[in-house]
């Protein structure tokens, strides 16, 4: 089974943030937070991740919290394009990734 | 271009038959991975293997087999044991930094037995 948990679906404005929550309570101190997104029948693509410490890219925002149980992925000014199932992944220490359902994001004009 | 290829994108067999689907990287990664995803579902791991000449089972390999004789190269066999093999197969590679690894994805292919 998926070590995460994340909500099925969620709406988005165009131009606001759209703020991802994810659960990860049993996350062990080595592993990392990931997190992908797939667009309809692509491959996904990677988003960012991060440890303890939060961590932002061009792409996203990723805070964690104090004890590493829960996650949020923040996608400052959402985008049209940016409709797709984003996934969160809590990976062992060599990257096997365990795939859960995902959040279904759309982002609505 | 650096990346991973998948052939062909949609790939139609008869019941019965085994299929080998293709998956290429030119990244230099060490690790590759194959995955499965059925409609509305997340992805499953097949197999992945993190060095040549070496792989392992992942959650589902009943029905599957693989092969790593070279480095960019990760064919998967869909054997005709697999009950249920229409799905979206994908490839992946990996590379591992100080601070973790970080997946790549092709573009897939789409399986579909009769």
């Known amino acids: 089974d998926a070590k995460t948990t994340q909500p099925p679906s969620m709406d988005c404005a165009e131009g606001r943030a759209a703020n991802l929550p994810c659960n990860h309570s049993t996350i062990s101190g080595n592993e990392y937070v990931y997190w992908y997104r797939q667009i309809h029948s692509q491959g996904p693509q990677y988003i960012i991740h991060?440890?303890?410490n939060n961590e932002t890219n061009e792409m996203a925002s990723l805070i964690i919290t104090e004890d590493r149980k829960s996650s949020t992925l923040i996608l400052p000014h959402a985008t049209l394009r940016d409709t797709a199932v984003y996934y969160c992944i809590v990976a062992d220490s060599w990257g096997k990734f365990q795939f859960g359902a995902g959040t279904q994001v759309v982002v609505t004009p | 271009d650096g990346g991973i290829t998948q052939s062909p994108k949609y790939l139609f067999r008869k019941e019965g038959q085994n299929v080998t689907l293709s998956c290429e990287q030119n990244?230099?990664?060490?690790?590759m991975y194959w995955y499965r995803q059925d409609p509305g579902q997340g992805l499953r791991l097949i197999y992945y293997s993190q060095i040549v000449n070496d792989f392992q089972k992942g959650d589902i390999a009943e029905g599957y087999s693989v092969s790593r004789e070279k480095k960019e190269s990760f064919p998967l066999t869909v054997t005709s044991a697999q009950k249920n093999p229409t799905a979206f197969y994908l490839c992946?590679?990996?590379?591992?930094?100080?601070?973790?690894?970080?997946?790549?994805f092709g573009p897939g292919t789409r399986l579909t037995v009769t």
């Open positions: 990244l230099n990664h060490d690790a």
């Open positions: 992946a590679s990996s590379i591992a930094y100080e601070a973790g690894y970080e997946q790549y």
């Open positions: 991060g440890l303890k």
